[in-house]
């Protein structure tokens, strides 16, 4: 995209899109001529400002060759923004090398907008993809962050994986003894909050004796391995006592999980004694 000078005054494109991207990149519009307008308008140059950085960088807003930056991260950065223009939109792809790396967005010059979290893990060779724009009319001038999300080949929320029949025989939670459960792997959004919902039809096979199912949560893309996040409690279980069967679900909300971040969710299984029998069980992961 060319700079504002050779801009100002130009018709907008007449493909809806392209004129959205034009809005997107800090760009004010006639609406009545369909016109860019010849104002103070931040520079928006042909060219990718791109650098490293490994400890903290304030990035000079005002500097030449425009809005775009993409910042290799070879440690765990702090990041923040300098000398704006309002309205001012800055997008910056922080790729992440070497190792997992923790950008965090520096709070004296940004504010997050929408309830997204102020730093995110990015695994290794995936990128943070933000956005910022300049709100000069806040009550204390700061630029917003508009957009942030992470590249992953793990599946991002919502997911959903259903399991037919298992059977389990541990006294503690565990994975079926027989047959199969549902699991779910999914990048924690922006908010780092999402909703478990969970159903089965379960029945235990002798008098008097307890048949249950709750969700555990770990790190990693690895199901059934990755340390503990959510541990398989009681408190979340769906449960029957005795051979009279039910079919039943729940919600739960998962909160406090760090944004971009691959977690691996499975269903556990457990019976008091003997043999507790499971089907039809559903598990889906969604933010919240």
């Not at 792809?93 to 730093?119: C, E, K, Q, W, Y």
């Not at 942030?148 to 994986?161: I, K």
């Not at 398989?232 to 029957?240: C, G, M, P, Q």
């Amino acid at each position: 995209m060319a700079d504002r000078a050779s801009l100002s005054g130009l018709l907008l494109p007449t493909d809806p899109a392209d004129a959205a991207e034009a809005v997107r990149a800090g760009y004010l519009l006639d609406l009545a001529t369909g016109r860019i307008l010849p104002a103070r308008l931040p520079l928006v140059g042909s060219g990718i400002r791109t650098g490293s950085v490994a400890a903290s960088l304030v990035s000079d807003a005002s500097a030449a060759g425009g809005n775009f930056i993409n910042l290799t991260c070879t440690g765990n950065p702090t990041f923040g923004l300098s000398n704006p223009t309002d309205h001012q939109v800055i997008a910056v792809h922080f790729l992440a090398s070497g190792a997992n790396r923790t950008v965090t967005l520096d709070p004296a010059s940004i504010v997050p907008a929408g309830g997204r979290a102020m730093s995110y893990v990015v695994p290794q060779n995936e990128v943070l993809i933000a956005e910022f724009r300049y709100i000069g009319t806040r009550g204390t001038a700061r630029w917003a962050l508009t957009r942030a999300e992470v590249t992953s080949a793990a599946s991002s929320v919502p997911v959903q994986n259903e399991a037919a029949t298992a059977t389990s025989t541990s006294a503690s939670y565990a994975a079926p003894t027989t047959g199969a459960a549902p699991s779910a792997v999914f990048v924690a959004p922006p908010s780092g909050i999402v909703r478990l919902d969970y159903s089965g039809a379960l029945v235990h096979g002798t008098a008097g004796q307890t048949a249950a199912m709750t969700p555990e949560i770990r790190l990693g893309n690895v199901v059934g391995s990755g340390t503990v996040f959510w541990a398989a409690t009681d408190s979340y279980r769906l449960s029957v006592k005795g051979t009279n069967d039910i079919e039943a679900g729940r919600s739960s909300l998962i909160s406090s999980l760090v944004p971009g971040t691959t977690y691996n969710a499975r269903m556990l299984l457990m019976a008091t004694a003997a043999t507790a029998y499971f089907a039809r069980m559903r598990l889906a992961v969604s933010p919240a």
